[in-house]
């Protein structure tokens, strides 16, 4: 459409009646969230370490064992950022309320049932189901809300057998915008944070939103979670895992 995505989520906000206090209260607490998942440590599987060489010779090496974009964000200036796309008065996405900008990367291995017990390797989650769904470019906010449906109905599931999910927080509106349509509890719905407070790393963001979500079917002893991912071309992808 010859548009920024940003101005996709500005649609999606009007149409869906968001306003910009709803997406900054949302962001914050996104931030609020990951923080709280960190503190308790429950990033800690999720993240291998990584050791960055010193700059300089005779320097210290750095090893980097957690997400530090949590952390970086000033709660108290974020209302009061200038929006990032539509510039007029109306303007409502900001650089807060939307993903930042990360690099990242991330691993699954995926197998058959009987190779990973030949392998003596012990499965942490199974897929149940899996769909895409696409639509007009400027809607692929709410995408995920038509490919989740499809997803659950391959995995023979109802939408109240799930107990959490994980929609890729492209912008806070995709969020707010697809629990609306489907009727989640904003309680089950990216509990420990999202996107906009640990970034949209492109390419690797599916993944990540899997992980996560696993590690919150396990520290809530749950059984059913499905997570979602919207793309810039209109379309979105949705899975439903069952952890072992």
């Known amino acids: 459409n010859d548009q920024h995505m940003g101005m996709c989520a500005e649609h ?24 709280e998942a960190a503190k308790n440590g429950h990033y800690q599987h999720e993240i291998v370490p990584v050791t960055v060489p010193p700059a300089r010779k005779g320097g210290e090496a750095t090893v980097v064992k957690e ?56 499965p942490l989650a199974r897929i149940r189901g899996f769909a895409d769904a696409a639509q007009k470019p400027i809607d692929f906010t709410t995408t995920p809300s ?32 697809n629990m609306k349509r489907l009727g989640l509890d904003a309680s089950k719905v990216n509990v420990f944070g999202g996107a906009v407070a640990l970034g949209h790393p492109i390419g690797m963001s599916g993944a990540r939103i899997i992980c996560t979500l696993y590690s919150v079917l396990k520290e809530k002893d749950a059984k059913f979670g499905c997570a979602s991912v919207c793309n810039g071309g209109g379309g979105a992808s949705a899975i439903v895992i069952e952890r072992l």
């Open 12 to 35: 999606c906000a009007k149409e869906y009646g968001f306003s910009r206090k709803d997406q900054d209260e949302y962001a914050i607490l996104s931030y609020q969230r990951a923080q």
């Open 67 to 122: 997400d530090e974009e949590p952390a970086a964000i000033k709660m108290e200036k974020l209302p009061k950022l200038r929006p990032a796309f539509d510039r007029s008065e109306n303007g409502t996405v900001t650089a807060a309320n939307a993903s930042s900008l990360n690099d990242g990367a991330a691993a699954l291995l995926l197998m058959r049932e009987k190779d990973a017990a030949a392998a003596g390797i012990t």
């Open 146 to 177: 038509l490919a989740v449906p499809l997803a659950l109905e391959n995995a023979g599931l109802e939408a109240s057998d799930i107990d959490y999910y994980e929609i890729n927080e492209a912008f806070s509106v995709v969020a707010l915008a």
